[in-house]
């Protein structure tokens, strides 16, 4: 059992800032790739960012130069770094992790982040 456990969602205004946490706990023993996705009302869930075991990033067009994905191995936790939030980037954050095998893929439950105007 893997669990994922987000944290750091919350009301900001926008241009603001926010920094999201996700800590990874159960029987993995090693994490390959850890991603953002997020999911607004009424829309699909998309890729954030992610990045790999190696430390590659990606990005979503929406919000490069904006946010930056970070991660420490030891504690297998990855972070979300949000600033100049928009009213746009308003939704349900979720952490992904995939280990080296086909059935490593655990979701977590989701944060709520709400920009205002």
């Known amino acids: 059992q893997v669990q994922l456990v987000e944290s750091g969602g919350g009301l900001v205004q926008a241009g603001g800032s926010r920094r999201l946490s996700c800590t990874a706990s159960?029987?993995?023993?090693?994490?390959?790739?850890m991603e953002w996705y997020r999911q607004a009302p009424g829309k699909q869930r998309e890729l954030v960012a992610g990045?790999?075991?190696?430390?590659?990033?990606n990005y979503a067009d929406s919000v490069k130069g904006r946010f930056t994905i970070a991660r420490d191995n030891a504690k297998r936790m990855a972070y979300l770094q949000m600033n100049s939030l928009k009213p746009g980037d308003t939704a349900n954050y979720y952490c992904n992790i995939r280990g080296y095998l086909p059935n490593q893929n655990y979701w977590g439950q989701g944060t709520q982040v709400t920009v205002s105007s």
């Open positions: 159960g029987s993995i023993f090693s994490i390959n790739v």
């Open positions: 990045i790999t075991s190696d430390g590659s990033t």
